[in-house]
């Protein structure tokens, strides 16, 4: 099943090692370049990782609004958060190559995908979101966050049976039973290990060591595509799937980044590091 896990964990173990507590990797407070009043442009634009695709459930664009403007409430905070780009050539030129792997490939792509009713791409990101709910049941779990686990363990319950598979979102529609994300990254983070050096992977988008670590653990451990589909080519289509249907439903958010920033790397580094910082805050 492609890479070994146990020859992964010494990878895993080595990263932990290198982060930081608190803030010892922490840069010199800076200018937010760009970044005010949470006027900010979804790094999920830029994040060819496939995973899950919330944002664009029926009422896709009232989670995405809330999930990125609650970081940026507080602006004096804001103006804190900052961290070492030690590989910003290297995270320059990854940045340029996932734009133009989005402007050239994937958007086209997505484009034509828009043939298929609204309804039936919503429905598709549904279903993805419910296969993720493992990562986010295990992740609130770790967290302690009880309350939290059990919304999940419901939602998942609720929507895998009376959903049909995830397809419809009886959870929420009929009890309010609202996604309560987390991931690796936001548990390492709650139990205090700092950010890291930022990083952008290619296809993936923006990182920091904590997050691409957390990203490792998730996708090896919990991520229920990797761990059930053995064939590499098989794995790799329904990632791409995901990508290609997520961002259909996507109001070319990273268009608008780009046309309104000055300096659009910068704009999307602050942009997620700060919203990284109030997921992990809540």
């Not at 059990?150 to 009376?162: A, D, M």
């Amino acid at each position: 099943m492609g890479m070994s896990r146990q020859c992964l964990a010494p990878v895993i173990i080595g990263m932990l090692l290198m982060l930081p507590q608190g803030a010892a990797f922490a840069a010199p407070p800076s200018s937010n370049e760009g970044v005010r009043n949470g006027a900010i442009a979804d790094n999920a634009a830029m994040d060819f990782g496939g995973g899950s695709a919330d944002g664009f459930e029926d009422d896709f664009s009232d989670d995405f609004g809330d999930d990125f403007e609650d970081g940026f409430e507080d602006e004096d905070a804001a103006d804190d958060i900052a961290i070492a780009d030690p590989l910003e050539p290297f995270n320059r030129a990854m940045f340029a190559f996932n734009d133009k792997f989005y402007f050239y490939f994937l958007k086209p792509v997505a484009r034509g995908y828009r043939v298929v009713p609204v309804p039936v791409r919503r429905s598709v990101a549904r279903f993805f979101t419910n296969v993720q709910a493992p990562m986010r049941i295990a992740n609130n779990f770790l967290q302690l966050k009880m309350k939290d686990t059990g919304t999940e363990l419901l939602r998942f319950g609720i929507n895998t049976t009376i959903g049909l598979l995830g397809f419809f979102d009886p959870a929420r529609a009929y009890w309010g039973l609202r996604r309560k994300d987390e991931d690796f990254g936001q548990t390492l983070g709650h139990y205090g290990i700092g950010p890291g050096f930022y990083l952008v992977l290619p296809f993936y988008g923006s990182y920091t060591l904590r997050d691409g670590t957390g990203l490792l653990v998730d996708t090896l451990y919990l991520d229920p595509i990797y761990r059930y589909i053995d064939n590499l080519w098989i794995r790799l289509t329904v990632r791409g799937y995901n990508m290609v249907n997520s961002l259909s439903l996507d109001r070319d958010t990273y268009e608008a980044l780009k046309r309104d920033a000055l300096d659009p790397y910068a704009f999307v580094k602050n942009a997620y590091i700060q919203h990284r910082a109030a997921q992990i805050r809540e």
